[in-house]
């Protein structure tokens, strides 16, 4: 009873002080928004194919491939707006790459083959990565190749049925009698 009685008056400090101190809060929440919203800025377009390729390659000199897969990827949600999410190799914050990303991630990684400086275990390890993504890309590519045929499919049959009917419109103003 008495453990319940200083949790509860533990807690009730813990809400006083932490009413008062919301507006220091929300500034420091603010700075720290702004500080990252302006080192993703400054990092340019390819940094997380960059950051993905140092993880991978650090990962590989170490491990095989299945155990620096399974320490590496944190999710695969499959979807365009993040295909998996990456552990970055110093904070082992998630990193999410969306379909681009990844993409570019896979091109890296097929470049840093072709360079081949890695020995031959460190070299199979970055390949069968970037066969995994593909495996993750793949499915997502061929679906958006057949969604663009759909639509085109879809816009010519349209096209096909409004140039029906003005044809028809036609035909029926030029039988319909003139006044």
């Known amino acids: 009873m008495g453990a319940i009685l200083r949790a509860g008056s533990i807690a009730g400090i813990l809400l006083t002080a932490g009413c008062h101190s919301g ?15 302006t080192k993703a800025s400054n990092l ?18 170490k491990q095989t ?38 993409l570019k991630l896979e ?11 890695q020995p031959w275990e460190q070299s199979e390890c970055v390949q069968q990565f970037e066969g995994y993504l593909e495996t993750l890309t793949d499915p997502l590519v ?11 499919s879809a816009f010519k049959d349209s096209n096909k049925e409004a140039q029906e009917e003005l044809r028809r419109e036609k035909e ?5 009698p003139k006044k």
Do not use: W
Not at 107 to 117: A, D, F, G, T, W
Not at 172 to 176: F, I, R, V
């Open 44 to 61: 340019g377009p390819n940094h997380l194919a960059a950051e993905g390729l140092a993880t991978i390659t650090a990962a590989c000199e």
């Open 172 to 176: 029926t103003e030029a039988l319909a």
């Open 65 to 102: 491939f299945e155990n620096a897969r399974s320490g590496l990827i944190v999710s695969q949600t499959g979807l365009h707006e993040d295909v998996f999410a990456l552990r970055d190799r110093r904070s082992y914050a998630s990193i999410a790459f969306s379909m681009d990303d990844a």
């Open 107 to 117: 091109e890296v990684l097929r470049n840093q083959l072709k360079e081949n400086k």
């Open 23 to 37: 507006e220091r809060r929300s500034s420091l929440l603010e700075g720290l928004t702004s500080a990252a919203q």
């Open 142 to 152: 061929e679906q958006d190749k057949l969604a663009k045929e759909l639509d085109a």
